[in-house]
């Protein structure tokens, strides 16, 4: 068994990951901040991780194998709202977190972004330098640098993942299939190409990556790029939505604040590799998404705050 500690728990990846994973073979301690959840089944704490003192505390109380970092301020537009912010939980707190794991002996793994990259390029590996055109890319980059500065044996892995959250707006899955279900026109981008990979998929790889003891820089995303217009056209065919809602559509015309990099397509050579087979096929961890929603998991994770 292993004792996972779980920071942003209350969030996508923290959320999904917290409750595919405690319970079976292993145990999952998880932190939210402000959002409080009431019966997730697995035990929950609230803490404010850049507080003094607050995860030396969590450490030595909960006595981790793992401290899987999931807490960051992951909102681009709210990172370009307040730059300040961002960097001291984006770029500070998880090298705090790295220091004191090696300190403990408790292996990390650090959540960091494909938005590192400038998306000229495309098929980065991990040794493709980053080239940020956001504050939160920025940061998260900042990030992953102070993790690996101090704590050398942490697993760093840039994701791109999409689920059920406790919002029910926290994934471009979730735009989509909130839109289409109504009957509403919405953009899908075909200049913007990235792997999304599942959330419960993602929860698998990190827990083999963690018991493989996998040690520095790593990309673990989706098996399959595509474009934002594609993978809303992928979820409509799924649901049985109307696929004519969706319009093509460039990313200048988003109206979005933050600089999104147009190819975020990731090399995962390494991963697979590392991890000894395949990842996750695109296809089926949209059934399993599918799944999730014909069995009610949205509704039911909504209810949990
Ligand atoms: N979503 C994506 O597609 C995506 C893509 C690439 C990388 N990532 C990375 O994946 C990780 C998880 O993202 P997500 O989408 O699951 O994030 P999310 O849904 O926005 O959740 C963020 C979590 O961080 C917690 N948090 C923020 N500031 C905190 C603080 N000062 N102290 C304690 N907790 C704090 C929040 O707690 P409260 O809500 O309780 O306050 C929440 O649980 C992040 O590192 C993100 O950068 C995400």
Redesign the pocket.
Known sequence: MTRFLV????????LNFAMAVDGKKHQVTG?????PLTWAGFKCLQ????EQGVIEKLVEEEKPDVILH??????MEACEANPELAAE?NSVLPGRIAAVAHKHDVQMIQ?S???VFDGAKGNYIEADAPNPLSVYART?WEGENAVLEVNPQALVTR????GW?VSGT??LAEFFVNALSQGKNVKGFTDVIFCPMMVLDLADMLVEAAHKNLQGLYHLVGAQPMSKYDFGMAIARTFGFDTGLIAAASVMDGGLTAARSPNLSLDTGKIVKALGHELPDFERGLDKFFAQYRHGFPQYIRALE
């Open positions: 920071t942003g728990v209350s969030g996508l990846l923290g932190v939210a901040n402000t959002t803490a404010e991780l850049t999931c807490a960051a301020i992951a909102n939980v959540i972004t494909d938005a998260k994701v791109n993942f999409y959250s926290r994934s």
